[in-house]
Each structure stands twice: as C-alpha cells, then as structure tokens.
T-cell receptor, first 113, second 115 residues
Framework: GNSVTQMEGPVTLSEEAFLTINCTYTATGYPSLFWYVQYPGEGLQLLLK?????DKGSNKGFEATYRKETTSFHLEKGSVQVSDSAVYFC????????????FGGGTRLMVKP | DSGVTQTPKHLITATGQRVTLRCSPRSGDLSVYWYQQSLDQGLQFLIQYYNGEERAKGNILERFSAQQFPDLHSELNLSSLELGDSALYFC??????????????FGPGTRLTVL
C-alpha cells in the first residue's frame, strides 16, 4: 500500500534560518505529491504540489522537488518567519486509488523571533 | 476560506451515543472526502463520495457510515461512540475526474469529544 514518512518534530528555528523537512514515500503507482500546512485551530491548506517526477512545486517561498529516484519530496525554505509556525504534512495521491490523500505524520515547526 | 463548510464546529457527547457531522462542498465540486485526525492515528482517509455514489473506502469503522445527498452535501454518521473516537473530522471536496488529480479543499473540521 501507499505510505508517507516525514521527519518528526518539533523543529525549532530562529527567524531567517533555513528550513528543510524531509519526506519520503512508498507508492504502487505514479502518485502526485503535496505539502499541506495546518495553522493552529484551522483546517489544512494546500501549500504546494508536484504531479510528476522532477517537477518543482513552489509557493510563498517554500519549494519541494519530486525525486522519483529517491522517492522523496523534501520541503525547503530559505528564510523562515515567525508566521510560518505551523504543522506541515507531506501527502500523496494515487490516481489509481480514487485520489484520496495519504498523509505523513506531520512536522510541527516553531520559529522564534 | 476554502469554501467548504462543516457543522458543528465542536461536539461533545457521551460514550454509546450517535452523532452526525455535516459537510457542504465548494460550489461545483462533485467529490467529498472524509478524514479523521487523531493524536495516535494521525490523519487518515475514511471515505469518499462522488456525485452521490461511494467511490473509495479507507480505514472507516463499521460503526461509521456516510452518504452524499442529491444537493451534494455529505453527512458522516458515527454510532456507538467510544472514547477513542475523539478526534478532529475533516471534510474535503474536489471537482474530481478519473483521469486527472483535482485539488482537495479542506473544511475547518469538526472537533468531536467523547466523554
């Protein structure tokens, strides 16, 4: 079956530090990959996505590249802000399985001023 | 605002009871997904409906059921509730075609507390 593994948190960084959150996946087909963000007390928001190998998703300074050879989709940001403090979820969608999302366990990011 | 609405926002009930969670998808979206977020299980897919028909099932307990009505809103019914059912229940919607991925838009969730 499909699965997503991401680094456990919390990740604590100072403002303007570089961020990497690792994500690897296992899938039977050719999945699409996503990063979702959940701010305190809110639902999930799509941060970025990539639908095929070597695609780079980017949004709000965050980037992730779909690496089929390493089955990875690591999230990066060059300079984090306090407002980036949230829980980040890596997820995949298998087009052969109804497009439901399989999520990783989530990584809490805390950015200190 | 994603355009997906869920009611109620909070629900507190007792073990053994039955509750109904409601979801209204974004205008024009035909597919509705239900997810459960709990501390021990993380975020798990429960069930999907597309234009009134069940399309896919995930880790949904037999005590749980769902349906999608002709106006496309969906209800998730949870019965014989146990303490372990306490969780945040999310609904998501997408346009959904079989050949391409359509982004899922999430509602704010319903927090269920079983005492």
């Amino acid at each position: 079956g499909n699965s997503v593994t991401q680094m456990e948190g919390p990740v604590t960084l100072s403002e303007e530090a570089f961020l990497t959150i690792n994500c690897t996946y296992t899938a039977t087909g050719y999945p699409s990959l996503f990063w979702y963000v959940q701010y305190p007390g809110e639902g999930l928001q799509l941060l970025l996505k990539a639908t095929k190998a070597d695609d780079k998703g980017s949004n709000k300074g965050f980037e992730a590249t779909y690496r089929k050879e390493t089955t990875s989709f690591h999230l990066e940001k060059g300079s984090v802000q306090v407002s980036d403090s949230a829980v980040y979820f890596c997820a995949l969608s298998d087009n052969n399985a109804g497009n439901m999302l399989t999520f990783g366990g989530g990584t809490r990011l805390m950015v200190k001023p | 605002d994603s355009g997906v609405t869920q009611t109620p926002k909070h629900l507190i009930t007792a073990t053994g009871q039955r509750v109904t969670l409601r979801c209204s998808p974004r205008s024009g979206d035909l597919s509705v997904y239900w997810y459960q977020q709990s501390l021990d299980q993380g975020l798990q897919f429960l069930i999907q409906y597309y234009n009134g028909e069940e399309r896919a099932k995930g880790n949904i307990l037999e005590r749980f059921s769902a349906q999608q009505f002709p106006d496309l809103h969906s209800e998730l019914n949870l019965s014989s509730l146990e303490l372990g059912d306490s969780a945040l229940y999310f609904c998501a919607s997408s346009l959904h075609t079989d050949m391409t991925y359509n982004e899922q838009f999430f509602g704010p969730g319903t927090r269920l507390t079983v005492l």
